[in-house]
């Protein structure tokens, strides 16, 4: 069984449009991460879900809009793409203690291509 | 968060150790070493963490200095499939530092038959 899946694990698409990308977790984790790995493979956080409720909010433009139904999920929607947003972004959920959260399980990736 | 230094790329042969070292000579007190790694084409995998005691688990080992500005993770016997980037993190585990993993470029370990 798949443990964090996204949808889609590619997305080809025109500067200017509106995009989701989705996660789901079955891994009874209650928190969940949203992060962008750029063309130099340098991985950063962008946000993160405890129970539904957003933990981390680094410095990303309100571009960048995450949602969490539930806490088993996570999607990602980015308005008004630009041409910088192309990257692979990754899904990850961990279960929340002190060292547990950094024990990260990570999906398989979504390839963001703006053209 | 304390800034890492991993050489970019390593050989090993199969069925060899593989050692590889990562500089965190910024770390504080309560700062872990986290270690993952990433198959091409696929997301990080956690392999083990520690904070000053060296540690074991079934994927790998790590080894921390005694002042704790260097580790060495340790693949006991590298096979073709441990082929990947692997990353050293170093994290804060409490406070609102939790959960921000940033990986810098990573080494490339390549295992060769």
């Known amino acids: 069984d798949t443990a964090v899946s996204q949808t889609p694990k590619y997305l080809v698409t025109q500067m200017g449009n509106d995009k989701s990308i989705k996660c789901e977790q079955n891994?009874?984790?209650?928190?969940m991460y949203w992060y962008k790995q750029d063309s130099k493979k340098f991985l950063k956080i962008m946000f993160s879900?405890?129970?539904?409720?957003?933990?981390i909010n680094e410095t990303v433009p309100n571009r960048f809009s995450p949602k969490s139904p539930d806490k088993a999920h996570l999607n990602l929607h980015i308005n008004s793409l630009e041409l910088g947003d192309s990257a692979v972004y990754f899904c990850?959920?961990?279960?929340?203690?002190?060292?547990?959260?950094?024990?990260?399980?990570f999906g398989p990736g979504t390839r963001l291509t703006v053209l | 968060d304390a800034k890492t230094t991993q050489p970019p790329s390593m050989d090993c042969a199969e069925g060899r150790a593989a050692n590889l070292p990562c500089n965190h000579s910024?770390?504080?007190?309560?700062?872990?070493v986290y270690w993952y790694r990433q198959i091409h084409s696929q997301g990080p995998q956690y392999i083990i963490h520690?904070?000053?005691n060296n540690e074991t688990n079934e994927m790998a080992s790590l080894i921390i200095t005694e002042d704790r500005k260097s580790s060495t993770l340790i693949l006991p016997h590298a096979t073709l499939r441990d082929t990947a980037v692997y990353y050293c993190?170093?994290?804060?585990?409490?406070?609102?530092?939790?959960?921000?993993?940033?990986f810098g470029q990573g080494t490339i370990l390549t295992v060769h038959p």
């Open positions: 990850a959920s961990s279960q929340a203690s002190a060292l547990r959260y950094n024990e990260q399980f």
């Open positions: 891994l009874g984790h209650d928190t």
């Open positions: 520690g904070l000053k």
């Open positions: 993190s170093v994290v804060n585990a409490g406070g609102t530092s939790y959960g921000k993993l940033t």
């Open positions: 879900y405890n129970n539904k409720e957003l933990i």
């Open positions: 910024t770390i504080s007190g309560n700062e872990y």
